[in-house]
């Protein structure tokens, strides 16, 4: 089914390539559907799995994975998977930033 009117703010939609990005990393042009008034992009699940086998492609996928919170002395911890690892270069030892950004993220910045 095509959606010509938002259902957030009833706004006209429209279809059109936009680049699509992953962690920084552009997939290539992909379909949306974009509401003119709110900005808002959906994409059909045929674009979605273009998007994902794209994602496979350049080895983006998988990087989202859950973690368990640990605790060493005082402080916790919390393991960052290899596949992150690889992917930003980080190695044991090196130094990073960790701040919050709001009550529900945590940004790490490799410095
Ligand atoms: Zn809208």
Redesign the pocket.
């Known amino acids: 089914m095509k959606r010509t009117k ?6 006209k ?1 429209i279809r059109k390539k936009v680049p699509f990005k992953l962690y920084g990393i552009e997939l290539g042009m992909f379909t949306a559907e974009i ?6 992009e959906i994409y059909d699940e045929d674009t979605l799995d273009k998007i994902n086998k794209a994602a496979k492609q350049k080895g983006l996928w998988g990087l989202e994975s859950k973690t368990k919170v640990g605790e060493v002395g005082n402080s916790l911890d919390i393991r960052i998977s290899k596949k992150i690892a690889d992917f930003i270069g980080l190695k044991k030892g090196e130094d990073i930033l960790v701040h919050p950004e709001n009550k529900k993220r945590i940004v790490i910045d490799v410095v």
Do not use: P, S
């Open positions: 938002c259902e957030e703010c009833k706004g939609i509401c003119q008034k709110c900005n808002e």
